[in-house]
């Protein structure tokens, strides 16, 4: 298995979803990418579902240092506190665990630990767990401050990235999700139209 790269800390969980904070300003994961955190002897997997960049301060708004400088690289290079004045923070919905050997596509018993890491899923894992499509009714099902249809489709085209033949993956996830929501036409096809190779 390939190292993982860790990309934050958990700062928020519950049940279904948790958000970590990045070490590195404008470091998230990209939208749909898996990502894995521990919780005593159980791994969670989620995905990448949002991301923003905020002043660390609540209430506190950036405000814009730019008009005498050439480039956006200048801005942080003549206010080095910026970087110490802001986070990037995502936020994960939970999509399965694994539990000793056994991976499950369902939620785990408890949420992920406050302070876990969390690390982007190496190739290796994203093919694994996208082996079944079973995680798909998670993000179908979802109840997220963005659509479903744009959060499912990243994921696919995501995923789609770690198999030999990404058409057969899309088609064969095209597949499941006619029969999850094969009665939204509408959702379905606002799916099927973003993962198209």
Same mark, same amino acid.
Request: proline residues 5%; contains cysteine.
């Given at each position: 298995?390939?190292?993982?790269?860790? %990309?934050?800390?958990?700062?928020?969980?519950?049940?279904?979803?948790?958000?970590?904070?990045?070490?590195?300003?404008?470091?998230?994961?990209?939208?749909?990418?898996?990502?894995?955190?521990?919780?005593?002897?159980?791994?969670? &997997?989620?995905?990448?579902?949002?991301?923003?960049?905020?002043?660390?301060?609540?209430?506190?708004?950036?405000?814009?240092?730019?008009?005498?400088?050439?480039?956006?690289?200048?801005? &942080?290079?003549?206010?080095?506190?910026?970087?110490?004045?802001?986070?990037?923070?995502?936020?994960?919905? %939970?999509?399965?665990?694994?539990?000793?050997?056994?991976?499950?596509?369902?939620?785990?018993?408890? !949420?992920?630990?406050?302070?876990?890491?969390? &690390?982007?899923?190496? !190739?290796?894992?994203?093919?694994?767990?996208?082996?079944?499509?079973?995680?798909?009714n998670i993000l179908v099902n979802a109840h997220?401050?963005?659509?479903?249809?744009?959060?499912?489709?990243?994921?696919?085209?995501?995923?789609?990235?770690?198999?030999?033949?990404?058409?057969?993956?899309?088609?064969?996830?095209?597949?499941?999700?006619?029969?999850?929501?094969?009665?939204?036409?509408?959702?379905?096809?606002?799916?099927?139209?973003?993962?198209?190779?």
């Open positions: 298995m390939s190292e993982t790269q860790r %990309v934050g800390e958990v700062i928020e969980a519950s049940s279904t979803d948790f958000t970590a904070q990045c070490y590195e300003l404008y470091d998230s994961p990209s939208l749909g990418s898996l990502v894995k955190t521990r919780d005593a002897d159980v791994e969670l &997997y989620g995905v990448v579902y949002q991301a923003a960049t905020t002043s660390l301060e609540p209430g506190r708004r950036p405000i814009a240092r730019g008009k005498d400088e050439a480039s956006e690289e200048a801005v &942080y290079q003549s206010n080095p506190q910026l970087l110490k004045l802001l986070k990037s923070e995502f936020g994960t919905l %939970v999509v399965g665990h694994r539990q000793g050997d056994k991976l499950n596509h369902y939620l785990p018993p408890q !949420p992920a630990r406050i302070h876990g890491f969390v &690390y982007l899923c190496s !190739p290796e894992e994203v093919r694994e767990f996208s082996l079944s499509f079973a995680f798909l997220l401050p963005i659509s479903t249809e744009e959060l499912t489709s990243a994921t696919l085209r995501q995923m789609s990235q770690v198999h030999q033949d990404r058409r057969s993956f899309l088609v064969a996830a095209g597949k499941e999700l006619a029969l999850l929501i094969g009665g939204n036409l509408n959702q379905l096809k606002a799916i099927l139209g973003r993962i198209q190779t």
